[in-house]
């Protein structure tokens, strides 16, 4: 099939982010880039996990922790990967005006997670706990951080996407583009899993 | 959607080109020029230590250069040479018109290049990185001025490019392969590429992370290092050598790749056990990220962890084995032509066993507690690196030349050139083992008389100057040839048995003008074996489509190196954080115009195809 093909729901492939060798080579090409990502975090995982009792007389995890507010950012980022989800499966049925609907919610439960996460840092900060602190606050705020920066692009990412394709709908040039800013956005959201059971749950009991 | 590429300047065009071949070239001149640097880093040390209380440097000066000596020669000129080598010839080898991302080939050349011009600047800027080129945290933490930060900020942009040219080979050799190039036939050199590309992938994260960590407790405040507010400084350590250990295999794999193909190719004999060379390559490659800390044997991890990573090091020696007798047994019974390439070849078999030898023995962890930090582990890195990479380097650019400029090198001062670096070599490195055996420590600015190390030192400084003689050959035959050279055939050495040998010297820019196909192992041999003059095509001549050049990439990189100045200035002027930002926002500006632009690409038309085709039989 052809990138710039004009197509109907009913020629509209299957998987349309694989049905181009551009798109091929895109899908592939994103699960490689997510496999360094992988090690990228795995790295700051594993330091975090040496540092993280190294306070240094600063404030330490269980004393800054609150569920409350972790729980709330958790769940905002686990719906907005199954919002997400229905964006994609909208796509693959040629739904263009449900795909944007669906990755518009997506964007505003990002929005919100973000908003939270600089709140919370902010608050870290008055009670003591600045990014020279003590190692665990570097290490905390880089691995976190590290995250924020990542749902910060990934937002500014699909938006980008829905705003260039308004008008144009979808066809087999763009489609590859919005997968894998979908894969993207799941892959935060699994590794704000392991912060939430790493640094989050394992600060406040572990 | 344009049809027809516009005529373009010679600079304007490898400014924005996105032909893996164009970008050959650019790797190929730019990792040149930092391997000559790095060579003339290289003598300094020697002339210094040449004599013993010698004062042709000073002792900081030399800490300066031995640091940019070690860094450069990694990222900025081995690297780099050889994504020239792979770019030239990979993408002809797998039957493919081009690798799988044009535009971030380019991406990855132009990050790659301004990072190591960023590193280089800090010669004028202050001073360059002293803390040698594994840049330990306790060691460049207390480092002052900027150097340091050179090194963090300058290898972050170029290891960026690295990463990405890493997975745009893997996603190359997986999707764009011709009909019939199953892996299994897939050349060496391919297969070689692409572990290496996995290996680059998984590697270098690390090191982005421990670049990350250093840039923050240098320039933002950060502890990742500093023990006092609870850092530890061993991090470091581990995060330099989960890179730096895979490093070393992403560097010499592709060097395996490229004397397995020169040695078949000579020996007009298919590789011997292919499939036990591939075996040996992915078990090396997997092997290679499980022995990290044998770089560690002194930190004090304890005996358990040391017998370990031990004996995983040893075991590396068994696929390495593998090959080495692979490459013998294709060379034995075989017909023999030693061409300048062949003689790197069969120069390197015995070179490399060497430094495989003595891998073994620091290997050793309760021996390493001597040999470590010692002359002896000098001597053993250069004949796996030189003895492996460089003299790979040397033969990959004799053999495949003609294909990336069109005119044969003279095979006269080829020769010269070989025998020149090999005795250099070896006169360089060989004498070094004993001076580490008899207690010379490394990365020591000078040295006392009357411990014996004076006639062995001088030894080596002599062969340093030998190597670059050598060198300096090389350069004049480019030059000779370039004016006067003979124009190479498509097969270029006559005997060639892949894919690239099949297409004119330099290839066309759409590579293949039908897309062929593949019918064996040495997929150009096979046709000649039945007597065919070129490959059985796979699919019916018509218009192919090209991707469009770019300007953006380059602009890209640009930013990251101006924002880098930025950054690394913030804490001395006040314009130094805007500068940064500005910096930033060139790059992503740039990424957010590539992705709202759409870019088809173009076609090139069936007409002129056959005219090119025509012209080219005829040249």
Not at chain 2, 378 to 393: D, E, R, T
Not at chain 2, 448 to 475: C, D, H, K, R, Y
Not at chain 2, 593 to 612: C, F, P, Q, T
Request: glycine share 10%; with cysteine; hydrophobic share 50%.
């Amino acid at each position: 099939m052809h990138v710039e093909e004009k197509l109907t729901a009913e020629t509209f492939p299957a998987s349309p982010e694989k049905a181009t060798l551009e798109g091929k080579n895109k899908f592939l090409g994103f699960w490689f880039f997510l496999g360094g990502e992988t090690v990228l975090f795995a790295s700051l995982f594993a330091t975090f996990l040496s540092l993280r009792d190294r306070t240094a007389g600063g404030p330490s995890s269980d004393e800054l922790f609150k569920m409350s507010i972790v729980f709330i950012a958790t769940m905002l980022l686990l719906t907005s990967s199954l919002t997400s989800v229905y964006a994609m499966y909208h796509m693959k049925n040629f739904d263009f005006k449900k795909m944007q609907l669906w990755l518009g919610i997506t964007v505003l439960l990002g929005a919100a997670f973000l908003g939270l996460e600089i709140y919370e840092f902010n608050e870290y900060v008055h009670e003591g706990l600045k990014y020279s602190t003590s190692a665990f606050a570097s290490s905390f705020y880089t691995l976190v951080g590290t995250h924020g920066a990542h749902v910060a692009f990934g937002l500014l990412w699909i938006l980008t996407l829905m705003i260039r394709n308004a008008k144009r709908g979808l066809d087999l040039y763009n489609a590859p583009k919005f997968y894998v800013a979908s894969l993207y956005w799941h892959f935060i959201d699994v590794v704000w899993v392991f912060i939430f059971t790493v640094v989050y749950l394992m600060g406040m009991v572990g | 959607m344009s049809t027809v590429a516009r005529k373009k300047s010679l600079i304007w065009d490898y400014l924005t080109t996105v032909d893996h071949k164009k970008i050959a070239i650019l790797y190929l001149i730019a990792g040149g020029l930092f391997f000559l640097m790095g060579g003339v880093e290289a003598l300094f040390i020697r002339i210094q230590l040449a004599v013993p209380n010698n004062d042709f440097v000073s002792a900081g000066l030399y800490n300066e250069i031995l640091t940019m000596h070690g860094t450069t020669m990694i990222f900025l000129a081995a690297m780099p040479l050889l994504f020239a080598l792979m770019n030239a010839v990979v993408p002809i080898q797998i039957g493919a018109r081009d690798v799988a991302f044009p535009f971030l080939n380019a991406l990855g050349f132009w990050l790659f290049f301004f990072g190591g011009l960023f590193l280089n600047c800090s010669w004028f800027l202050g001073g360059a990185p002293d803390a040698g080129w594994t840049s330990y945290a306790s060691l460049s933490l207390e480092s002052p001025g900027h150097g340091i930060d050179f090194y963090v900020l300058g290898l972050q942009i170029s290891g960026l490019g690295t990463l990405i040219g890493g997975i745009n080979f893997l996603v190359t050799i997986v999707n764009m392969r011709a009909p019939g190039m199953t892996y299994m036939r897939m050349p060496l050199f391919t297969w070689t590429t692409f572990v290496a590309s996995a290996l680059i992938l998984f590697a270098f994260p690390p090191l982005t992370v421990g670049l990350i960590f250093m840039m923050m407790d240098r320039l933002f405040g950060g502890n990742f290092f500093d023990p006092a507010l609870g850092g530890n400084t061993i991090i470091w350590e581990h995060l330099f050598w989960i890179f730096g250990h895979p490093e070393v295999y992403i560097l010499v794999l592709p060097a395996f790749g490229i004397f397995s193909e020169i040695i078949s190719t000579f020996s007009k004999k298919r590789l011997f056990g292919y499939s036990s060379m591939v075996f040996a390559v992915v078990l090396i490659g997997f092997l290679g990220f499980m022995v990290w800390a044998h770089h560690m044997f002194t930190v004090g991890m304890g005996p358990i962890a040391n017998a370990i990573f031990a004996v995983a090091t040893m075991a590396i020696a068994v696929p390495t084995g593998i090959k080495i007798f692979n490459w013998l047994f294709t060379l034995w019974g075989g017909n023999i032509r030693f061409t300048t390439p062949m003689l790197y070849a069969i120069g390197f078999i015995p070179s490399f066993v060497m430094g495989g030898v003595t891998g073994v023995m620091n290997a050793t962890a309760a021996a390493d507690y001597q040999y470590h930090d010692s002359y002896f582990v000098v001597a053993h890195f250069h004949y796996v690196i030189v003895g492996g990479v460089v003299l790979a380097l040397l033969a990959g650019t004799h053999y495949w030349w003609p294909k990336m400029f069109g005119k044969m090198l003279s095979e006269k001062l080829g020769k010269v050139t070989f025998w020149l670096f090999f005795i250099g070599f070896h006169l360089t490195f060989f004498i070094q083992h004993f001076l580490g055996l008899m207690g010379m420590p490394r990365r020591v600015f000078t040295f006392l008389p009357g411990q014996g190390w004076e006639t062995g030192n001088l030894i080596s400084s002599i062969g340093a100057f030998f190597m670059a003689a050598g060198t300096i050959v090389l350069l004049v035959n480019i030059v000779i040839t370039t004016f006067k050279g003979k124009k190479a055939e498509a097969d270029a050495w006559g005997d060639g048995r892949t894919l690239e040998w099949a297409v004119s010297s330099p290839a066309p820019e759409y590579n293949f003008a039908q897309t062929p196909l593949v019918r064996g192992l040495d997929a150009l041999w096979v046709e000649k074996m039945e007597g065919k003059k070129g490959l059985t095509p796979a699919e019916p001549l018509g218009d192919i489509h090209m991707p469009n050049p770019s300007f953006l990439p380059f602009v890209i990189s640009l930013g990251l190196f101006i924002s880098a100045f930025g950054f690394m200035y913030h804490k001395d002027y006040s314009w130094g954080l805007m500068v940064g930002i500005v910096g930033l926002l060139i790059t992503f500006g740039a990424m957010f115009l590539r992705s709202v632009i759409d870019d088809h690409g173009y076609h090139i038309h069936k007409e002129e195809i056959m005219e090119a085709e025509k012209k080219g039989a005829k040249a």
